[in-house]
């Protein structure tokens, strides 16, 4: 049977679609999608007099199902089977990869510049869309959902031109191929590279957005952009910091966020008392912190897998709850207010009070509450791409293969001469210490502290964004928490099916990548060829 | 092939014992430098214990474990040192009955962590190595000429940018020898490193570590049931059962010792008490 398709396919022009099973697979789709919209559109609850009342909506619901059968019939005619496998099976043979992915992109830009360039293009869908439902609220909420999906084309589409300028300017100023290319074969190289050196450009298309964000955004909503994207970025720096003991060391540490907590109260504590800079109380609340980093390493070194796990989330507690009753040291649940604001080189971004220039009146601008944000945003993306680079570089240092031995086998290493005390605790310490720094930024945006902020779901929720960017990638942690933070953020208006999005994507992405966005490990040191070492292989470490 | 002077690992009376479990009971011998000694004995005999108290993995519960390292005047108590010392001061590299290589780490990769303390000195304790220094790419580089030659040395140059868990199974035994060699021992312990193996694979195998004792100068202790290996490299072998030694000696002369014969095979009813009254038991 198998050997017939192949031969067929091989043969014949055009490959007859298969109605009947067409139709067949569309009936079973639409059967198993009135199943769940029944549930969840097709009842709902709402406020009456003398409680809750029910009203359905059957007639949206069935629509939805026979949408879902429609397409899934048109999908299996023309596109998995016949006429498209053909078009996909003839025009793109071995090696056009990239021309897929400049079709791609240039359908991305298209539609991009649609939605971007024509006033009301978005609205009048969502209209159409309603219209097609004919209900009041749906209006809205489809309304909201075309805008947003307008949004995210068009950061897809912003993201993708980057990439595309970034690799069309390297191919411009190499005029030298390398030596070591010439000798691959240039069929088999066209295919490599393209696809390849496209994802290559996507950590620099990325900087390169981040450096120039507050230009891209600017406009009413610049502030809030600027606000969602430093969240993001203190995100993806604690992110970093805990991949250096997860992803590296493979010491699972689910007490991550009493590092952040020791480091903002180190800086809201020195700066409120003494009057320190944040450019003094930095450092201090980075070394305090991996002192606490240290203090938990200690008791937890003979402990591997669940235990460490259990011990770590108490740890988290622990801190938490300190602060909470430590009422004449931190202020308990009150906690502590009026941690002082940047400033730029000693000016204030204050419109009146205090003394000395102020930042506005310095440069002859108008005053801006913005200036403020802009500034905060890029001291968190020079703190994070230092984080980056330090942990890039201690990676390919002898402390670092250290780190990922210890997460592949520890009796091996101690086999090798290895002190896995020192490692572990060098591990915790530098991973404590990049929280402790993530946490004075915190304390000094927010001008307010208090324990609150440092409960066991930020802990939950910077693992999630480790493990799901892919244990010990940087880029992955990146994505991750883009996505994670980033979404829940992008999705505010839909309340709350926010939630329900954030869990089938989490069930999506653990089923389609159970081990991360980013599996693959790139070798830290290379004799002749990097190759990159599947997931598969690569332990997890038993903590 | 076995030189005059004094023994390079001497096990004095070591006894270990797991709570009324006594694995090795009052074991005494000797390695000498430049010389191949082997362990045999059946399953259970308590082989892979000594292995463990030679190189800190267990605290032996009595007795006292002696290496003499060439470049050190006093001798290093072995019994008394942590199980990461042993390897990085006193130069006892192992290698591990079931393959402990890093798997999620390239071939190379795998040997640099073998080098990791003279690497990390010369990082400053990672300082140098953030800053990018000279000094430590030097080392680095260094540290990867070593690796190459023992790579080139055991045939796997060709692979050493692949993942270690991605070779073949006679490969990974070999790297595992080529890591612990990296670590620059004075004694190689090889725990079944035969295991395993195809018989052409095994024959390599003899001949790599009767190079490593000729050309390095290297003491090796091994511990192997194929005895194709054993008797065609061993200077000298000590055999154990029940955690005794019941043996020790020239491949020739445990070849022909009724009390090894006995443990190996049995003996015939008639002949338990002849046997035993010899062993002493």
Redesign the interface.
């Known amino acids: 049977m198998a050997e017939g398709v192949v031969m067929a396919t091989g043969a014949r022009s055009i490959e007859a679609p298969d109605v009947g099973e067409a139709l067949k697979q569309a009936i079973i789709a639409s059967g198993i999608a009135l199943i769940l919209f029944i549930a969840i559109v097709g009842i709902k609850t709402e406020n009456a007099q003398g409680g809750l009342a029910l009203i359905y909506r059957f007639g949206a619901a069935f629509s939805l199902a026979a949408t879902v059968g429609v397409v899934r019939f048109l999908f299996d005619l023309f596109v998995w089977r016949g006429l498209g496998r053909e078009i996909m099976q003839r025009w793109l043979p071995a090696g056009t990869l990239g021309t897929v992915m400049t079709a791609l992109v240039i359908a991305a830009y298209l539609l991009g510049a649609y939605y971007f360039i024509v006033p009301g293009s978005r609205l009048a869908l969502a209209e159409t869309l309603s219209d097609i439902f004919g209900d009041n609220e749906w209006r809205s909420r489809s309304r909201i959902f075309v805008e947003l999906t307008g949004q995210l084309v068009i950061a897809v589409f912003i993201v993708l031109s980057a990439m595309g300028i970034i690799m069309a300017l390297r191919r411009l100023f190499s005029a030298a191929i390398p030596a070591s290319r010439e000798a691959v074969p240039p069929a088999a190289r066209a295919e490599k590279t393209t696809l390849a050196e496209f994802g290559q450009q996507f950590a620099p298309a990325l900087l390169v957005i981040a450096v120039i964000l507050p230009v891209l955004v600017a406009g009413p909503q610049q502030r809030y952009a600027l606000d969602t994207a430093i969240q993001i970025l203190t995100y993806i720096m604690l992110g970093w910091g805990l991949n250096i003991v997860v992803g590296l060391a493979g010491l699972l540490d689910l007490g991550y966020v009493a590092f952040y907590a020791v480091g903002a109260y180190s800086y809201a504590l020195l700066s409120t008392s003494f009057g320190w800079s944040f450019w003094i109380c930095l450092p201090l609340a980075g070394i305090l912190a991996a002192f606490w980093g240290i203090m938990l390493g200690f008791p937890v070194l003979r402990l591997r897998g669940d235990y460490l796990a259990i011990v770590t989330l108490a740890f988290g507690e622990m801190i938490r709850i300190l602060l909470l009753n430590w009422q004449s040291l931190t202020n308990g649940p009150n906690g502590i207010s009026q941690i002082p604001k940047p400033s730029f080189f000693g000016l204030s971004f204050d419109r009146f009070g205090g003394s000395g220039t102020k930042f506005h009146e310095f440069f002859g601008l108008q005053y801006d509450a913005v200036y403020r944000i802009i500034f905060l945003y890029y001291i968190i993306l020079a703190l994070a791409l230092m984080v980056n680079f330090?942990s890039q570089?201690?990676r390919?240092?002898?402390?670092g293969?250290?780190w990922?031995?210890l997460?592949?086998?520890e009796?091996?290493?101690?086999?090798?001469?290895?002190?896995?005390v020192t490692t572990k605790l060098t591990a915790f310490a530098i991973g404590a210490m990049f929280g402790g720094f993530a946490g004075s930024f915190f304390a000094m945006r927010q001008g307010f502290i208090s324990p609150e902020s440092f409960t066991f779901h930020e802990s939950a929720l910077i693992l999630a964004i480790v493990v799901l960017g892919g244990l010990g990638s940087q880029i992955g942690v990146v994505v991750a928490a883009v996505a994670l933070i980033g979404s829940s953020e992008f999705f505010r208006d839909l309340e709350d099916y926010r939630m329900l999005i954030f869990g089938a994507s989490m069930v999506v992405i653990m089923v389609w990548r159970p081990r991360g966005l980013v599996s693959g490990?790139a070798?830290?040191?290379?004799?002749?060829?990097?190759?990159v070492?599947?997931g598969g292989?690569?332990?997890e470490g038993a903590g | 092939m076995s030189e005059a002077g004094p023994p390079i690992l001497q096990v004095d009376h070591v006894t270990m014992r797991f709570g009324g479990l006594v694995a090795v009971d009052d074991l005494s011998f000797a390695a000498k430098p430049r010389e191949i000694t082997a362990i045999i004995g059946p399953n259970g005999a308590g082989k892979t214990t000594v292995f463990n108290c030679i190189?800190g993995?267990y605290k032996p519960t009595e007795g006292m474990i002696q290496l003499r390292h060439p470049a050190h005047p006093e001798p290093f108590l072995l019994e008394r040192m942590?199980?990461?010392?042993i390897?990085?001061?006193a130069g006892v590299?192992?290698t591990?009955q079931n393959i402990?290589?890093?798997?999620?780490?390239?071939v190379?990769?795998n040997l640099?962590?073998?080098q990791?303390?003279p690497?990390?000195e010369a990082?400053f304790?990672?300082f140098a190595?953030?800053l990018?220094l000279k000094r430590?790419r030097k080392a680095?580089a260094e540290a990867?000429d070593f690796a190459?030659y023992w790579l080139e040395k055991l045939g796997l140059?060709d692979r050493?940018?692949?993942?270690a868990?991605?070779l073949a199974y006679g490969d990974q035994r070999r790297l595992e020898i080529a890591?612990?060699m990296c670590?620059r021992p004075v004694i190689l312990c090889l725990d079944e490193p035969a295991a395993g193996l195809n018989p052409r694979e095994s024959a390599g195998l003899n001949d790599t570590l009767r190079w490593i004792r000729d050309e390095h100068g290297l003491a090796i202790l091994l511990i192997e049931h194929d005895m194709g290996v054993v008797m065609g490299i061993s200077d000298h072998i000590v055999v154990l059962d029940y955690g005794r030694k019941i043996a020790d000696g020239a491949p020739e002369f445990i070849r022909n010792d009724p009390t090894v014969i006995a443990a190996y095979l049995g003996v015939a009813e008639d002949e338990v008490e002849l046997v035993e009254a010899e062993v002493g038991r």
């Open positions: 330090a570089r201690l390919r240092l002898p402390i293969r250290a990922e031995a997460r592949e086998d009796i091996a290493c101690r086999s090798l001469g290895i002190n896995t490990r070798p830290t040191v290379v004799l002749k060829e990097h190759k070492i599947s292989l690569v332990k | 190189t993995f942590e199980d990461h010392e390897a990085a001061r590299a192992r591990f402990r290589l890093f798997s999620g780490m390239t190379l990769e640099l962590v073998a990791h303390g690497l990390n990082s304790f990672s190595g953030l990018g430590y680095e990867v190459s140059i050493a940018d692949d993942a868990g991605d890591r612990s670590t």
